[in-house]
């Protein structure tokens, strides 16, 4: 299996979240652009391609935005992408320069979108999941048939925050 790791917020996540006490076969990619966050969705369609089977990528939703232009090119390869849309991109609410409360407005980009219109208009699969129990399922699924799907795990930045702290 492929795993192809955003940047930002979601490779510091399976960074700090991973465990190698079990033993996978996973080839895990990322790359890293002029600002880490374009061309994401097109990088992992060349791995997808390159290897000539499934790949998951896992982005956040301000580098899925940069990339939208790639959806076409998800139709043609096997892409199974998670979204983790926390509605802001929240990278620097993790770093120490989240100390300073008055760099949290122009540090982060607020929106409220929902990603299913912009997968409609590339006729892509999209489901929108609400728990952990919904991604496993959707996720395995598509796993299972081999079919590229576009998979939006909306949550809150703040409950990240607190996640981390813990860790």
Request: with cysteine; glycine share 4%.
């Amino acid at each position: 299996m492929n795993l192809f790791l955003a940047n930002s917020t979601v490779i510091r996540s399976f960074d700090s979240y991973a465990s190698n006490l079990i033993n996978k076969q996973i080839s895990i990619f990322a790359n890293r652009g002029a600002s880490g966050i374009e061309g994401l969705i097109a990088s992992a369609c060349g791995v997808a391609d390159a290897a000539k089977k499934i790949t998951t990528l896992v982005i956040g939703d301000i580098s899925f935005l940069h990339d939208l232009n790639s959806l076409q090119l998800i139709k043609e390869s096997k892409v199974i992408v998670i979204i983790a849309n926390n509605y802001s991109g929240g990278i620097f609410s993790l770093l120490p320069i989240a100390q300073d409360k008055s760099l949290e407005v122009p540090l982060t980009t607020p929106h409220d979108y929902s990603f299913k219109y912009a997968c409609q208009q590339f006729d892509l699969d999209y489901k929108k999941v609400e728990s952990k129990n919904q991604l496993t399922e959707v996720y395995l699924k598509a796993v299972e048939n081999n079919q590229t799907c576009i998979i939006e795990v909306p949550f809150s930045n703040n409950d990240n925050i607190e996640i981390y702290k813990k860790l």
